[in-house]
């Protein structure tokens, strides 16, 4: 018998609501369903406003889903106190987002070796390690250069050797190329497929399908819930 693949994320009737001034409130997410396992490279798509990114943050450990269960490794978060979010994510989750997120007058060495400080490494350590993970992303010999004294598809390289600096096993990416032209995109996302298949599971959410091809495997949000979840050939020839 084949042995079970490790799940790295499995969510079962996850829900979200957001609660606002005067009473109101949006359902945004509405039991969802899906696992992912250790290895796999997944996109999520779906119209601006189904709740893509509300579904990053949660699997991110940015947020709470409002009810529903979402384990991580095999733990429940919801059993887990902020504090011990903080640490998972630290330790485990490697983030990437459209707009880079880089501090623009630290070095880029400095921007890279950043969640290194919450782990108490010492600052030499930090500036090796940070070089290391420049060269794994291209970026050999640029550490000491400022993020506005490099291009932007290099910057968004810059944010990934921040994710990966940790080690983490999963790397979550929102519309990582939604500010990049479409050569450069492509750069960006031979890049994660590098890291896939040295192991790492890639989540990524994306608007475009050229971006979507490049995962093995797509979970469309549709009215907040899971409207396709299969390879993008299948989806094409679905929705033909
Ligand atoms: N903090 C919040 N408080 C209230 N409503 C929110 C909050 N964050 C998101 N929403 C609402 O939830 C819905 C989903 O938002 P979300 O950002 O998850 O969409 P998205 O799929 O990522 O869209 P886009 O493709 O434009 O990035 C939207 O209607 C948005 O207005
Ligand atoms: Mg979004």
Redesign the pocket.
């Known amino acids: 018998m084949e042995k079970e693949k490790n799940k790295v994320i499995e969510v079962k009737d996850l829900c979200k609501t957001?609660f606002?001034a005067g009473g109101l409130k949006?359902e945004?997410l509405k039991h969802i369903s899906f696992s992912i396992n250790q290895g796999e490279f997944v996109s999520i798509m779906?119209?601006?406003?189904?709740?893509?990114?509300?579904?990053?943050?949660i699997l991110g450990c940015l947020d709470r889903p409002t009810s529903g269960h979402y384990e991580l490794n095999g733990l429940e978060v919801a059993d887990k106190t902020d504090e011990q979010l903080a640490h998972i994510r630290g330790k485990e989750i490697g983030f990437v987002f459209q707009n880079f997120n880089l501090l623009m007058k630290r070095t880029i060495a400095d921007n890279v070796s950043l969640p290194l400080i919450y782990a108490d490494v010492g600052a030499g350590e930090r500036y090796d390690r940070a070089v290391q993970m420049l060269e794994r992303v291209g970026l050999k010999g640029y550490e000491d250069r400022l993020p506005s004294q490099i291009s932007g598809g290099m910057q968004q390289r810059v944010a990934i050797a921040r994710a990966l600096i940790n080690n983490p096993v999963l790397i979550f990416a929102?519309?990582p190329t939604g500010n990049l032209d479409s050569k450069t995109s492509d750069e960006i996302m031979a890049l994660f497929t590098d890291l896939n298949k040295q192991g790492i599971t890639i989540v990524l959410?994306t608007?475009e399908e050229d971006v979507a091809e490049y995962a093995k495997r797509l979970i469309l949000?549709h009215d907040g819930k899971v409207g396709f979840d299969g390879t993008l050939a299948q989806y094409k020839k679905e929705s033909k």
């Open positions: 957001y606002m949006q945004v779906g119209h601006s406003g189904s709740g893509k990114s509300t579904l990053m943050n929102d519309e959410v608007h949000i």
